[in-house]
Nanobody, 116 residues
Framework: QVQLVESGGGLVQAGGSLRLSCAAS????????MSWYRQVPGTQREFVAG???????NYAGSVKGRFTISRDNAKNTVYLQMNSLKPEDTAVYYC??????????WGQGTQVTVSS
């Protein structure tokens, strides 16, 4: 079993930056990839960024060039650095961990609000 806890969300002005963190615990060896998703009320949860144990990166087109996913293996933590934030980035951001695909474990989410 894997548990994920997100942090770092908050309110920021358009053009600003935030850094989200996701700390994993439990059966860490079961995790082969970690990712970030986001969801706006009334819409489907969408993929934002992902990173595999081998370092392969994947980004949604809407965030490519602005967001960066990274990891600290010693801390079992994955990060999402969000720069040049736009109001349309406003959402609840969820950390996810995968044994294969799609994600098997989810965090509870952290709110990111970008004001104009």
């Amino acid at each position: 079993q894997v548990q994920l806890v997100e942090s770092g969300g908050g309110l920021v002005q358009a053009g600003g930056s935030l850094r989200l963190s996701c700390a994993a615990s439990g059966s860490i060896s079961s995790i082969n990839a970690m990712s970030w998703y986001r969801q706006v009320p009334g819409t489907q949860r969408e993929f934002v960024a992902g990173i595999t144990n081998g370092g392969r990166l994947n980004y949604a087109g809407s965030v490519k060039g602005r967001f960066t996913i990274s990891r600290d293996n010693a801390k079992n933590t994955v990060y999402l650095q969000m720069n040049s934030l736009k109001p349309e980035d406003t959402a609840v951001y969820y950390c996810a961990a995968s044994k294969t695909w799609p994600p098997d474990w989810w965090g509870q989410g952290t709110q990111v609000t970008v004001s104009s």
